[in-house]
């Protein structure tokens, strides 16, 4: 951890559920993706990186619950983002 | 000269750790956008992304939507308060 690179019980230590364990859990899997501005993307989640950066598959932008929009694939920068919600976990 | 040093019972909690403290239980997370978060806190990063499960997002205009499991980008979190409930104090 950054500011605390001494301590012994380092928060980011157990990977299996922290936010990289969570997202390879999800990667492939239908996810909603909402964005600071409220877009809600939905979509396949092909892969994620570190900036939050998502490439989506057969990806569909949504608004009051209805289908506005839809793409192939896309590709959503990371700042942006506000969550990335697994829709069937 | 030397510093005092600081006595035995003084070990405060640094503010990581007291998040550290609430994975598995309940917190409410207020956004600097006036938007908030309810649900269990499953884990975190250095940027204090969250992982959170059984989630409420509470919108003052949109209401109230629900989520299983959700990816918190942590770039917008202004507080969060282990063990609450998203409630308002009446009066």
Redesign the interface.
């Known amino acids: 951890?950054?500011?605390?690179g001494d301590?012994p019980?380092t928060?980011?230590a157990?990977t299996s559920?922290?936010?990289?364990?969570?997202?390879s859990e999800i990667i492939g899997a239908p996810v909603?993706v909402k964005l600071?501005s409220?877009i809600v993307y939905k979509g396949d989640l092909q892969s994620v990186d570190g900036y939050?950066n998502i490439a989506l598959e057969r990806c569909k932008e949504w608004a009051n619950g209805k289908v506005v929009r839809s793409w192939g694939d896309a590709f959503v920068r990371?700042?942006n983002?506000?969550?990335?919600?697994?829709d069937?976990? | 000269m030397s510093l005092p040093s600081l006595p035995k019972f003084h070990n405060p909690l640094?503010p990581?750790?007291l998040?550290?403290k609430c994975?598995g239980s309940q917190i409410w997370i207020i956004m600097n956008?006036h938007?908030e978060f309810v649900g269990k806190l499953?884990?975190?990063?250095?940027y204090v992304?969250?992982?959170l499960e059984d989630?409420r997002?509470i919108d003052p205009v949109?209401g109230e939507t629900r989520?299983?499991?959700?990816?918190?980008?942590g770039?917008?979190i202004c507080m969060m308060v282990p063990g609450g409930d998203g409630k308002w104090v009446d009066g």
């Open positions: 951890m950054a500011t605390n301590s019980d928060p980011a157990d559920r922290d936010p990289s364990g969570f997202l909603t600071n409220g939050m990371g700042n983002v506000s969550y990335i919600s697994a069937n976990a | 640094l990581l750790e998040v550290d994975v956008n938007k499953i884990g975190f990063d250095d992304n969250m992982v989630v997002e949109e989520m299983s499991k959700i990816l918190l980008n770039n917008n």
